[in-house]
């Protein structure tokens, strides 16, 4: 094993592991969380030195045995469905799904939803959850990565948890690493929402050909990123943009992008749908 894939290993199991004390520590995990000076006790796993049998290492933690058992609820769902024999087919990319809906709100055919509402679809406790599986299973899968590259081809991973109870070894090789991809990372957009948002950047694509825009919502000081799907809607938005304390407010229908089943309500990704008012 390489270096670097032994780097890269540990550093996103130990982000798992933060992910997992954040959760329990401070009761759920929004984007961008980070510890706080007084987690590290928790979150820090001793390194033993590697065993015979591969390439196995150890790692051993002094603080509560609850964090491996967080980890482990996590990856046990998404390891189920990523197991089975078949998963199902997302069809239509990002930009289709927003193509649909915007013509769907065209014609009046749907409705957009209030921010209210949708606190209330994502921001419940069995939502908050699920947000912070979803978080946990991002490290998870990329430690996996190298088992979906070619010249890793036939390697296997285990990864056994022991924690207030004996889990099962979750065995991973290139076939079950990319269903786990597949089930933690696929993207879709969920019910349109009306909100109002000021804009703080705008991104024409210029590095990796994808507009979008950085904006936050009244109210709040937390920013998300704001999708485009065409040139015409960056366009539309663009003008809104200003520096400093000086932006004008403006109102918006956009959806969110569901991953793994979540959204966090108030640093999510959204699609932009259409400009109702300025």
């Known amino acids: 094993m390489s270096a670097r ?5 540990l550093v996103h199991l130990q982000s798992a592991i933060d992910r ?3 959760d329990l520590r401070h009761d759920g995990v929004h984007k961008h969380a980070r510890l706080k000076r007084e987690d590290y006790l928790f979150a820090d796993f001793e390194l033993s030195r590697p065993r015979d049998g ?12 609850k ?3 967080r980890i482990n609820a996590a990856i046990k ?10 998963l199902p087919v997302l069809a239509r990319s990002l930009n289709q799904q927003a193509e649909h809906l915007q013509t769907l709100h065209e014609i009046d055919a749907i409705e957009p939803s209030s921010l209210r509402e949708l606190h209330t679809q994502y921001g419940s406790t069995s939502a ?26 036939g390697s296997t991973l285990d990864l056994t948890l022991a924690g207030t109870d004996a889990y099962p070894i979750y065995r991973f090789n290139s076939a079950t690493a990319e269903k786990f991809n597949k089930v933690v ?20 694509g210029t590095r990796n050909g994808k507009k979008t825009g950085k904006a936050a919502l009244v109210g709040s000081n937390r920013d998300f990123i704001l999708h485009f799907r065409s040139a015409e809607d ?45």
């Open 5 to 9: 894939t032994l780097g890269s290993t």
């Open 20 to 22: 997992a004390v954040i």
């Open 54 to 65: 591969g390439f196995i290492l150890d790692l051993v933690n002094a603080g509560p045995l």
């Open 67 to 69: 964090i491996v058992d």
């Open 77 to 86: 769902s998404a390891y189920g469905v990523a197991t089975r024999d078949a």
């Open 128 to 153: 908050n959850r699920r947000y912070a599986d979803r978080s946990i299973n991002k490290e998870i899968n990329q430690v996996l990565t190298q088992l979906r590259v070619e010249r890793y081809s």
């Open 185 to 204: 990372s696929t993207r879709m957009l969920g019910d349109p929402v009306l909100i109002s948002i000021t804009i703080r950047a705008m991104d024409g």
């Open 234 to 278: 960056f366009n539309r938005v663009a003008p809104y943009m200003r520096a400093g304390d000086d932006r004008p407010a403006i109102t918006i229908v956009a959806s969110p992008v569901i991953e793994y089943g979540t959204f966090d309500t108030e640093a999510g990704d959204m699609f932009f749908i259409d400009l109702v008012r300025a």
